[in-house]
């Protein structure tokens, strides 16, 4: 698209926020904003150019950068290495105790990426055509910023707080988290003690591509990852004379099982829940089927309408995805033994012994061992918690036409660390701007945001944490 679409369009989709953004002077009392955007935006650019590709991660150097700042504002931190180059930065804000803590948790590990589909450096913070490049860019450095931020505009204004506001930037986020977040609330779950609320990436906003805002995400859950490893053994000899039950001809049966099955519908109600939030978007007829997905999903042709788009389809049941196989290394060797990696997600409430029990029925070969490589246990956060209410109350003020949905993921975070440890947590993104602004996608080539809807994003986030620590 030639550079003044862009351009257009972006004015258009940044006005409505600019105008609200004037008529909510209350948050923020004293505090410049276009400094404080400024800013935002030179350490999100400084923030992007580490470079902290997971594997092999080098988190470090974001503590230590994060850790630089603290230190010369007078905020209070401490800077851990769970093993050699990993990093974890706690920082903390104080309230005067009267109510519990808030604590605002991203990651500041990236995913690798192919130099062969990027236009530019990934660790450039290349600014082109009203964008911000860089791996991060949406996964997860501008939520981590806008965070930080956030703690440091309340230290500077120094604004009373009845709660801590506690800024947690955590390592191997990518990797399932037990370098950063899961060491962390392992390690030290004293300094996060009574802490009431969490933030934390997976929200989800769906802006029209005129610039209206049609939902602001608060997530409640997600599912649960349960992977595992199928190892079948068998007698081993030469690809010369086949055997009918080798390692491997047991492993692909067992696979081939698994690949027929459709694991049967279960809606939690966190996950009927979140449909009933969408409904209110949705032309009549489909909202009334939304609003009670339990009866809907008794209606064959709504199920296959449904069941076309695969994240639906994966949100209403437990998945099933073969990804890793191995057997033998040479052509004419049968092995003795053969794997086979599956990732298989779980609806929130869903236990891992009473899945497997469900496969081993479905493989019907006792000899093929299962064994879990990872697994969490599923929890929920309340959606009527003051801080989804007030969430609601400043996205009411600023977006008026939007509804707030409760989305449960399809992938997980590293907020289920936390739920487990008695914290409500929430994905929320407070980047509120049609697809396009929101360029290359998580985990995709080119990941980039335009550079107004993250300093807008900042000021949005800035007001909900202000008030529900104030
Ligand atoms: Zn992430």
Redesign the pocket.
Known sequence: MPYFRKTALFGLLILPLIASSSTSRAAGNGVNWDEVQKEALELFIQYLKIDTTNPPGNEIRAARFFAGICKREGIEHQVFEPSPGRGVIWARVRGDGSRRPIVLL??S???PHSKEFWSVDAFSAAIKDGFIYGRGAM??KSLGMAQFVTMLTLKRAKVPLKRDVIFLATAD??AGGLNGAGWFAKNHPELIKGAEFLFN??GNNIVDSSGKVLSVGVGPSEKTPAWLRLTATGEPGHGSTPRANSSVNRLLRALNRLLDYTPPIQLTPVVEQSFRSVAQLMPPQQAAKYANLREAVKDPDFLRQLESDPFARSIIRNTISVTVLQGSNKINVIPPVATAEIDTRLVPGEKLDRWIAELRGVIKDDSIKIEPILSFEANDSPTDSELVKTVAAIVKQKFPEAVITYPVLAGF??SHYYRDLGVMSYGFSPFVAPPRELGGG?HGNDERIGWKAYVEGVKFFYEIVEQLAR
Do not use: Q, S
């Open positions: 991203n990651h590990d990236v995913v996964d997860m986020e990518e990436e997976g975070t590293d998580f």
